[in-house]
């Protein structure tokens, strides 16, 4: 049963440069349409992952934080209807720090969400020119102290190892980070993905990728500092202080069941990967003739839920519990883990195991991809 529910506005501001759904801007948005949409694709997962009560929402997508508050509002009294709500349940939307989207914070909290993800990026301000962020620093700095206003809790992300960041701008700018008090921060190291602007840029020299050396040392600082403010890592990107982490990321880390509903939105439950339509109008076409928005709902094996399961949950500091993995899925504790790679890993200090469960250390997490590689089985990967 799915205690976790993602919603996904496609909606973001005209001529957004970042946006996955950018092509999906419209002029005019129909919000009563939308509404009887969203509300119906929430009734049809309800029907199949109902039961135990919400543990937490998000808001995600495009701009979500332009949703009218009182659809908003609609969709929680109608999912708290459906399931109930935990004690407690953690509310999220994302946000981009703009004045346009700060000005609807307000009413956001009032109608009922509680959490806040800010898509900061950077402090700098030629850095987010360098990203192709629409805000500025001072914007975001703004953003930043609304938000603290009005939500209980509030989080924001940065993006380092950029190019020709060196450890004195980085420990500078995240010690400006660290300074807002906010209980949870992501922060990302700039990845190259092929066919993206930053992949041009750097095959035609426009740009140097930083190296991996320095960025790992740029990851050390960033923990250490981190830590000592009272923000440990509790995953590779992700850092909180205790009881402020991400409830509704550790669902998907913790590979709990989840529901996911409005256009592209994806979930896991009962063993089925569910998908819906990407595009809006194929998304509210679906739901005009079927009363959902599924283009797909595919039943998972066992050898491949284990391997998402262990491939997310080696992403936390508190690593997997082989033995519970083991009964959900009937496998056996030494099945989940090539003994000889974790062996090897563990004499290495990069991974450890102890009572029952299996984690990649502090120094495993730099090189994460290759540590996986080493302890989740070939048979589960590639069955």
């Known amino acids: 049963m799915a205690r976790a529910l993602y919603i996904h506005w496609p909606f973001c501001l005209a001529k957004c440069p970042y946006c996955d759904f950018n092509s999906h801007v419209r002029a005019g948005v129909d919000h009563a349409l939308w509404q009887s949409s969203l509300l119906a694709d929430m009734a ?26 009182a659809l908003v509002a609609r969709l929680l009294e109608e999912a708290e209807r459906r399931w109930g709500f935990a004690d407690g349940i953690e509310i999220t939307l994302e946000a981009n720090p703009s004045s346009v989207e700060a000005a609807n914070f307000a009413d956001l909290a009032a109608a009922g969400v509680n959490r806040v993800s800010l898509g900061v990026q950077s402090l700098q301000p030629e850095a987010l020119r360098f990203l192709g962020r629409m805000h500025d620093a001072d914007e975001a700095v703004a953003a930043l102290a609304i938000a603290r206003e009005h939500f209980a809790r509030v989080s924001f992300d940065l993006i380092y190892a950029r190019p020709g960041q060196d450890e004195r701008a980085w420990r500078g700018e995240l010690a400006r980070a660290l300074d807002f008090g906010t209980g949870h921060l992501s922060l990302y190291q700039l990845t190259i993905e092929p066919g993206t602007r930053f992949a041009t840029l750097a095959r035609t020299g426009a740009i140097t990728p930083l190296d991996d050396e320095a960025a790992a040392d740029l990851f050390e600082v960033t923990r250490t500092m981190t830590a000592a403010a009272g923000l440990p890592a509790y995953e590779v990107s992700n850092h909180a202080r205790p009881g402020e982490e991400s409830r509704h990321n550790l669902a998907y880390w913790r590979y709990d069941d989840y ?10 439950r009962g063993g089925l990967a569910t998908q819906r339509h990407r595009k809006p109008e194929n998304w509210l076409g679906s739901i005009a ?11 998972l094996g066992r050898a491949e839920q284990a391997s998402e399961a262990l491939l997310m949950g080696l992403r936390l500091a508190e690593g997997v519990d082989l033995a519970a993995l083991g009964r959900r899925l009937g496998y056996t504790p030494d099945q989940l883990v090539d003994p000889r790679g974790l062996a090897l890993l563990t004499t290495q200090g990069l991974a450890w195991r102890t009572d029952g469960r ?6 495993g997490m730099p090189v994460l991809d290759a540590v996986l590689g080493e302890i989740v089985p070939a048979a589960l990967v590639t069955a």
């Open 44 to 69: 049809w997962e309800a029907e199949r992952a109902g039961g135990e009560p919400l543990t937490s929402i998000f808001f995600g997508g495009g701009t979500p934080s332009l949703m009218p508050p």
């Open 259 to 268: 529901v996911g509903i409005g256009p592209g939105a994806h979930g896991r």
């Open 289 to 299: 003739e079927r009363g959902h928005g599924l283009v797909e709902e595919r039943p």
């Open 358 to 363: 299996v984690g990649v250390s502090a120094a």
